[in-house]
């Protein structure tokens, strides 16, 4: 079983910054793909982007330039660095992680929370 906890998000105003942090723990073999997802009230959630274990990282075209997906596998930990916020990026953003259980296992998929991030002057 795999823990995801969310932390950084908050109130900012627009063409500010943020960084968000997702730590997981618990019990597993290895984190796989690590990514960040939101959702605003009335829509669907959406993917922000995924980074791999190996430190690749793909984007949302409506986030690409302006966010930045890291990792740090020695902390379990992903960040998510936003700037240039625009209002519509105002969301409940949320971690997603894969993890296997052992060397043979297949991936298994764990949520965080959620963090509310609010763009607004």
């Known amino acids: 079983q795999v823990q995801l906890v969310e932390s950084g998000g908050g109130l900012v105003q627009p063409g500010g910054s943020l960084r968000l942090s997702c730590a997981a723990s618990?019990?597993?073999?290895?984190?796989?793909?690590m990514s960040w997802y939101r959702q605003a009230p009335g829509n669907q959630r959406g993917l922000v982007g995924v980074?791999?274990?190996?430190?690749?990282?793909r984007y949302a075209d409506s986030v690409e330039g302006r966010f930045t997906i890291s990792r740090d596998n020695a902390k379990n930990t992903v960040y998510l660095e936003m700037n240039s916020l625009y209002p519509e990026d105002t969301a409940v953003y949320y971690c997603?992680?894969?993890?296997?259980?052992?060397?043979?296992?297949?991936?298994?998929?764990?949520w965080g929370q959620g963090t509310q991030v609010t763009v607004s002057s």
């Open positions: 980074i791999t274990q190996g430190g690749s990282a």
């Open positions: 997603n992680a894969g993890y296997t259980k052992t060397l043979v296992s297949r991936v298994y998929e764990a």
């Open positions: 618990g019990t597993f073999f290895s984190i796989t793909a």
